[in-house]
């Protein structure tokens, strides 16, 4: 038993020997003592970038008017109500909208495809970047926006049926580094 107690007293006494404690001895009025404060760096974490983007989209619907030479008038020898061939749609229909909730800077990259056998239809937007700033210290209501408009040209065979796929547009968001 007195063994036991003596190993027991033994290992308290080895768990002691870890805790460090300084002791200063002032003696005289007004004397001074000082320790210095020692700092460790502990990373709490690191800020990853996260990137969320909405996009919206018109319907994307488009109508193609062929050129029209017009009626002939006899009376005057011109042909009246000629149209010029052009694309229209309706509304906003050729709009893309892109707002950042990231918190990042961000440019959003747009381009037009033609599928198929469309080759001959170019897209051009009125903005081809645009640039977003970080949502960062802002409300949703008021993240970065921006919107870019697409406008079609090139003629439409007239045995198109209606709604048909004629392309594509991609938009590509990437990091803007400050």
Do not use: R
């Not at 027991?8 to 001074?32: K, M, P, Q, R, T």
């Amino acid at each position: 038993m007195k063994k036991m107690i003596s190993v027991l007293l033994v290992l308290a006494l080895s768990l002691c020997l870890g805790i460090n404690a300084f002791a200063v001895e002032i003696e005289e009025d007004g004397g001074e003592a000082s320790a210095d404060v020692k700092g460790t760096y502990v990373s709490g974490g690191t800020e990853a970038t996260v990137y969320s983007v909405d996009i919206t989209w018109g319907s994307m619907g488009f109508t193609y008017t062929s050129a029209f030479i017009g009626n002939w008038n006899p009376d005057t020898h011109v042909y009246d109500n000629s149209t010029e061939e052009k694309w229209t749609c309706d509304g906003n229909a050729n709009k893309i909208t892109v707002t950042n909730h990231s918190n990042a800077n961000v440019e959003a990259t747009l381009s037009y495809t033609p599928g198929g056998s469309y080759s001959i239809i170019d897209g051009n937007f009125d903005k081809d970047t645009i640039y977003l700033e970080t949502a960062v210290g802002k409300t949703t209501e008021n993240a970065s926006t921006g919107s870019s408009l697409l406008t079609l040209s090139g003629k439409l065979d007239e045995d198109t049926e209606a709604s048909t796929v004629i392309g594509s547009v991609t938009v590509t968001i990437n990091q803007i580094y400050d």
